[in-house]
Nanobody, 124 residues
Framework: QVQLVESGGGLVQTGASLRLSCVASGLTFSNYAMGWFRQAPGKEREFVATMSRTGLRTYYADSVEGRFTISRDNAKNTAYLEMNSLNPDDTGVYYC?????????????????WGQGTQVTVSS
């Protein structure tokens, strides 16, 4: 079965950096666009970033543009989210998701598979 496993979350201070990883199994990774979402307590899941199958196209939420970088290594079946200049508004559970399309979907309902999430907490 398909599995997406996130790692790399943690508790950091404002201004710190983290790198999240998402290892995929049970699917042909290069056939899927990959996205990152996050969910803060009491809030809806929100889009963070997405990357096309080949990695040539990316799209970011305005709130993370210029601070976060999405990348992927198709040989390792892994997607990454490099997060810099973190602030308390970035706190939440971060999820990676896979979508079998040629698009860059921004809404969670368009994604086929999800990981279990990794917690990121940024203290002020």
């Amino acid at each position: 079965q398909v599995q997406l496993v996130e790692s790399g979350g943690g508790l950091v201070q404002t201004g710190a950096s983290l790198r999240l990883s998402c290892v995929a199994s049970g699917l042909t990774f290069s056939n899927y666009a990959m996205g990152w979402f996050r969910q803060a307590p009491g809030k809806e899941r929100e889009f963070v970033a997405t990357m096309s199958r080949t990695g040539l196209r990316t799209y970011y939420a305005d709130s993370v543009e210029g601070r976060f970088t999405i990348s992927r290594d198709n040989a390792k079946n892994t997607a990454y989210l490099e997060m810099n200049s973190l602030n308390p508004d970035d706190t939440g559970v971060y999820y990676c998701a896979a979508d079998r399309s040629y698009d860059l979907p921004l809404r969670p309902q368009y994604y086929d598979y999800w990981g279990q999430g990794t917690q990121v907490t940024v203290s002020s």
